[in-house]
């Protein structure tokens, strides 16, 4: 499958994200920081960042899936917020660790726009047939 | 400090958080499914139960340490989806596990209004003086 | 399957598992503490909380699945430590949160004889047909 | 602090943990697999995994801010079991990906002789003064 032939993303739109890579074994996508994606203290939340690893990985291991019939869920997300972020761009590159049967595994990365780490993601993405769906 | 005097979060109002019960033990929030949270294949979006999570712990412990002059921040959110969400409200219980003095850890559970287990996150929030911020 | 029939676990004798339950929704086990557990600093080494997890775990979803002779199998482990344990028995408590047909997610709450909580385990147990094994 | 100060950990003893590297940033250790180590489906305990990885940074960290007279105390252990180990040496490989004041946070790759991937870990370890310890 495409990404052209995949359905809009409505929650993706409505945080502003952009894909950029979408490989089997390496997928990218990046959200520019604006106002409303900030909580309390004007950082950027936490959600977003989960989001953006959560989208990536699902969006990358469906498309690589969707040939041979399958579907893709997110089984788990685990993030941990290292350095907090204000502006700019957040930039996720995902490698994917595992590719079974049954189960990906995809280690995300986020950044700012200078370099810096802001967070770890671990992500396992549920692969199943498409007619269990 | 007061739920009041908090400054508003900016994503919580884009995804449409209800705040119900702030306690430093207990705290629970839900947000009501809109077509605007949804991923390509019509569910909610994973990112959405993390963030409500995420949003909901946070908001509570910040309350209860800043009227020590603490602030607290997220450092990890671990996230396990057990069952897509499609209508209703997402509603979430988040309970506290542990309330040290340089983390808190909370359990949340998402449940949908039929009171189906949807999610189960595990958060860790970061308890810091302020003038450290 | 009863626990009889199930072969020894090497590894658990090697730490002193003691099994108490071992029903498909509540399990629990408990070790008592031995200088052989201890990390360098003298208390009980964060992997022996994790162990006795992901054992009680495994163990009971294995003894529920095998009679309609399907095999299961730990899939992740994570483990929040919260308070060091030095003396007494590592006590632990399981209860399942989601049966799935593919997955089954646990929560485990490891205390110490006083009753304080001093871990606090997730698990995710794969099961697998017994031919795929 | 050099390794050689360290007091000896009688757990990593007791499962044969032989300390290869212990840099700040890359810390190598390996075990190998012998009966004691199994479950009852003659596999490797996922415990030995998380024990390994959790054994590796701990004293990794422990001894490099052991020099301004901190400690170093595991927080956090998130085993993914990725494929069965049943002979040859555990490999454990762990980069740090984050220093902080308050928390280190370790990826941990554990590899089969053959260099098979078979679980990822990350780990955060908590470093505080050693009075508070």
């Known amino acids: 499958m495409s990404a052209d032939e995949l359905p809009s993303s409505h929650f993706d739109e409505l945080i502003g994200t952009e894909w950029i890579e979408d490989g089997p074994e390496l997928a990218r996508a990046r959200i520019a920081v604006t106002d409303k994606l900030r909580q309390p203290l004007g950082l ?23 040939e041979e019939g399958n579907v893709a869920m997110g089984q788990s997300n685990a993030t941990s917020f ?41 992500t396992t993405v549920a692969v199943r047939p498409g007619h269990e769906r």
């Open 82 to 122: 290292l350095r907090p972020m204000t502006e700019g761009h957040i930039n996720a590159v995902a490698r994917r660790r595992h590719g079974g049967r049954t189960t990906w595994i995809w280690d995300v990365e986020i950044s700012d726009d200078e370099g810096r780490l802001c967070a770890l993601v671990r």
């Open 44 to 66: 950027v939340h936490g959600g977003v960042l989960a989001t953006l690893a959560e989208s990536v990985c699902s969006r990358a291991t469906y498309l690589a899936v969707a």
